[in-house]
């Protein structure tokens, strides 16, 4: 089931606006560590997210994604290329920017017992970012309540320690947290991979009906395509730093263009009955390394349809229409280049 396109808050100003960004890492090697490597994460990569939209980033792991994520949220600098977040641009942003910028853009992660303090109590969790933000106690206590209202638990949970809870009710504690102060974006970093299925799907419902009450912009970054499928507007497909398909979700699930993208559709699990017993054909290999990237195209090495010049040469943007773009010399001449 692909989620609507909220078409009342998906008002297409934009929100994040990710220009040739790039995020590398130096990492010594070798024995005393003299040699220096250089880990590509992000490397060029644009793209632009609306105001009021669910955007999905996929890639297996080690893409870059999480990496990306960290670069919106201002916990990492850029290499090179800008991020501009709600208007702000972060390389030239004032401290009081900043500090506007640490409000609007909130994050859950994946392990939900590490976006919670294990000695704290669930109110002291909830309440700790907002007397960090200068609330009284007593308003920090009721917006607790309040937000524990909005995550669908009891507020009785309150007074719970993260070991007292199940996988679940933590992630909603999580969710809670990043929204007592209010933001703008949620980056939500692989928020239902920890969870038993059933409790995914009860995460997942809430996210969206959160989403839909407060206008708020998503990005979902996860390997798992029923998650990006279930919930996101449009689809952002990376692969060894690199962004090789971005379109809306039903263009690149249902269509997908890209040879990697399509190898990633046929390793996801069926779930249709119609297809069961169909034998799929899988792609081959692993990503590799960020370090001994490829000339060329770096899917090269694993794609069916390589030829001499994707060894060599990095393929650009190709437009299949005015939404949808893969980073594939076979669009090439086909499509009006981007
Ligand atoms: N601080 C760091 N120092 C060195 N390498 C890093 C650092 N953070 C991430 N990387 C590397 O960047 C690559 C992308 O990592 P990440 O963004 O976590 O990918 P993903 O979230 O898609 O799994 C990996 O090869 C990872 O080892
Ligand atoms: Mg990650």
């Known amino acids: 089931m692909n989620k609507a396109v909220n078409v009342c808050t998906?008002?297409?100003?934009?929100?994040?606006?990710i220009?040739?960004?790039?995020?590398?890492?130096?990492?010594?090697?070798?024995?005393?560590g003299r040699k220096k490597q250089m880990v590509k994460a992000v490397d060029d990569i644009s793209l632009t997210i609306n105001k009021g939209e669910i955007v999905g980033i996929v890639g297996e792991s080690g893409s870059g994604k999480t990496t990306l994520a960290r670069v919106i949220l201002?916990?990492?600098r850029p290499t090179e290329g800008s991020v501009m977040v709600d208007g702000i641009d972060m390389r030239c942003a004032t401290k009081e920017e900043e500090k506007r910028l640490?409000?609007?853009?909130?994050?859950?992660?994946?392990?939900?017992a590490s976006n919670l303090n294990p000695r704290q109590t669930?109110?002291?969790?909830?309440?700790?970012?907002?007397?960090?933000?200068?609330?009284?106690?007593k308003e920090a206590m009721e917006k607790a309540n309040e937000a524990l209202d909005m995550v669908k638990m009891d507020r009785r949970y309150l007074n719970s320690y993260p070991h007292q809870l199940s996988g679940g009710q933590l992630q909603r504690i999580a969710i809670a947290r990043a929204l007592v102060l209010k933001p703008k974006i949620m980056i939500l970093d692989e928020p239902t991979s920890a969870l038993d299925i059933s409790v995914q799907a009860q995460i997942l419902n809430l996210l969206l009906d959160l989403q839909e009450d407060m206008g708020l912009t998503y990005v979902v970054i996860t390997h798992d395509l029923n998650v990006i499928r279930y919930i996101s507007d449009r689809v952002a497909v990376m692969y060894l730093g690199k962004l090789v398909e971005f379109g809306p979700t039903n263009e690149v699930?249902?269509?997908?263009?890209?040879?990697?993208?399509?190898?990633?559709?046929?390793?996801?699990?069926?779930?249709d009955p119609k297809l069961r017993g169909k034998k799929k054909e899988l792609m081959g290999g692993d990503p590799g390394s960020l370090i001994n990237l490829p000339d060329g195209c770096r899917f090269s090495s694993r794609c069916r349809q390589v030829t001499d010049r994707c060894e060599n040469m990095t393929p650009r943007n190709y437009s299949i229409n005015s939404n949808h773009q893969v980073s594939c010399f076979i669009y090439e001449g086909q499509m009006e280049s981007v």
């Open 122 to 137: 669930v109110a002291s969790s909830i309440m700790r970012p907002m007397i960090l933000h200068g609330k009284s106690k």
């Open 19 to 32: 220009e040739g960004l790039k995020k590398y890492f130096t990492i010594s090697e070798g024995i005393f």
């Open 10 to 17: 998906n008002t297409k100003e934009p929100m994040i606006v």
């Open 253 to 271: 699930v249902d269509k997908s263009r890209h040879p990697y993208t399509n190898g990633l559709m046929a390793a996801s699990p069926i779930l």
């Open 102 to 112: 640490r409000t609007d853009v909130a994050v859950v992660f994946q392990d939900p």
């Open 74 to 76: 201002n916990l990492t």
